[in-house]
Nanobody
Framework: QVQLVESGGGLVQAGGSLRLSCAAS????????MGWFRQAPGKEREFVAV????????YYADSVKGRFTISRDNAKNTVWLQMNSLKSEDTALYYCAAAAGFTLTTMKLSHEYDYWGQGTQVTVSS
């Protein structure tokens, strides 16, 4: 069992930065791939980024590549999402998620993730 709690969301002007944190409980945190998803009002939940549990390999949605950075510290049971050069279209509820299984084919699919946090709101004003 893994419990996830996100923090760090808020209101920021376009061009600004935010750093989201996801604190995990559970002894096997290091064995999960950790992902960030987001959901804007009226839209489906979409993949943002993921980091594997072996090697810390990262993958990003094209829309955030070069602006967002995902990282993790298994000793601290924490994963972060550093968001720079924020745009109004980044406004959404951001979720942290954990997946016991990981493949390049399924990493962007929300239903492949086993545990979810409650979300943290990011609002970017233009």
């Amino acid at each position: 069992q893994v419990q996830l709690v996100e923090s760090g969301g808020g209101l920021v002007q376009a061009g600004g930065s935010l750093r989201l944190s996801c604190a995990a409980s559970g002894r096997t945190f290091s064995r999960y791939a950790m992902g960030w998803f987001r959901q804007a009002p009226g839209k489906e939940r979409e993949f943002v980024a993921v980091i594997t549990w072996i090697g810390g390999i990262t993958y990003y949605a094209d829309s955030v590549k070069g602006r967002f950075t995902i990282s993790r510290d298994n000793a601290k049971n924490t994963v972060w999402l550093q968001m720079n050069s924020l745009k109004s279209e980044d406004t959404a509820l951001y979720y942290c998620a954990a997946a016991a299984g990981f493949t390049l084919t399924t990493m962007k699919l929300s239903h492949e993730y086993d545990y979810w946090g409650q979300g943290t709101q990011v609002t970017v004003s233009s």
